[in-house]
């Protein structure tokens, strides 16, 4: 799994422009987050991949992809900071995070860091698929 980052101007249409792009070529974005400040950052995962890249290129919007990884745990008070925790115990940077499912008590979200390995380490059988 890779996650898209798309950083858009914050003015009226910007998001519509962004997502005409991406449906026109049939691109769903199955998980979306989005920062706001002067520019908005979209973070997101596409049905196609190959088809999001060829999208964007063609219509000039500049992006960064980067694999994720699927992490499980419980949907409890304290585990995003024992998940942190162990991420930073690491020296991992956590640079992305989306949610992915909430489900009969457990949390499944992805995560971009910028050490994959290591991350995967630190974080064990809490990685999934």
Known sequence: MNIFSVELKNQPGELAHFGEVLGQRGVNMELAGVTTGEHGTILFNASDEAAARTALEGAGIEFT?????????????????RIGRALANANVNIEGLLSVSICQGEVVFAVTVDKLEEARTALGEQVVG
């Open 65 to 81: 992809e980067r694999p994720a990884l699927q992490v499980k745990c419980l949907d409890q008070a304290g585990e995003a900071g």
